[in-house]
T-cell receptor, first 113, second 111 residues
């Protein structure tokens, strides 16, 4: 089954404790991206990747890092989480060419105390 | 990255057609128009996309203006399960760009 898998789905952590949200897709997609969703602000893109070892900033990259060492994985790293990073996070992937449809994960709800 | 403009909310009666508008006046010639929807407590899901011609699939129809500066997502017969937030975005042909989703249109279906 074609899918985008995010882990963890729910996490409560404390300020400053490094964490990683993993994202994996099984569709051989070139394009992967991360979004955060906050009430009233819609979906905002954090980072995106066009292919292995190619990443770029979205609209709200501050406080986040990403890496793309393998085509299927695109982890989101919060080196020193802060309460303003409490949010619902979505990973998405697609084929790069021909503006393929985006497939989204189920979301990861992160709370930073 | 080109932007889209959508109404914040719309209401429709159950079993009636729904027309969801989207303006994208700065669209470029290679931008595809994509529509996604997000049901409560779920991730967004793909609905339909097109370039110039109108498109139909099992979920909806997409009507694209001749000048491509606007489009309309058409749900032919709304059901309660269509209540969701609908997002209209633009994607470049090679799909390797920053994407802006905005806040979308919250569709309420009235039984």
């Amino acid at each position: 089954e074609a899918q985008v898998t995010q882990n963890p789905r729910y996490l409560i952590t404390v300020t400053g404790k490094k964490l990683t949200v993993t994202c994996s897709q099984n569709m051989n997609h070139e394009y992967m991206s991360w979004y955060r969703q906050d009430p009233g602000l819609g979906l905002r893109q954090i980072y995106y990747s066009m292919n292995v070892e190619v990443t770029d900033k979205g609209d709200v990259p501050e406080g986040y890092k990403v890496s793309r060492k393998e085509k299927r994985n695109f982890p989101l790293i919060l080196e020193s989480p802060s309460p303003n990073q409490t949010s619902l996070y979505f990973c998405a992937s697609s084929f790069g060419e021909s503006a393929g449809e985006l497939f989204f994960g189920e979301g990861s709800r992160l709370t930073v105390l | 990255d080109a932007k889209t403009t959508q109404p914040n909310s719309m209401e429709s009666n159950e079993e009636e057609p729904v027309h969801l508008p989207c303006n994208h006046s700065t669209i470029s010639g290679t931008d595809y128009i994509h529509w996604y929807r997000q049901l409560p407590s779920q991730g967004p899901e793909y609905v339909i996309h097109g370039l110039t011609s109108n498109v139909n699939n099992r979920m909806a129809s997409l009507a694209i203006a001749e000048d491509r500066k606007s489009s309309t997502l058409i749900l032919h017969r709304a059901t309660l399960r269509d209540a969701a937030v609908y997002y209209c975005i633009l994607r470049q042909h090679f799909g390797n760009e920053k994407l802006t989703f905005g806040t979308g249109t919250r569709l309420t279906i009235i039984p």
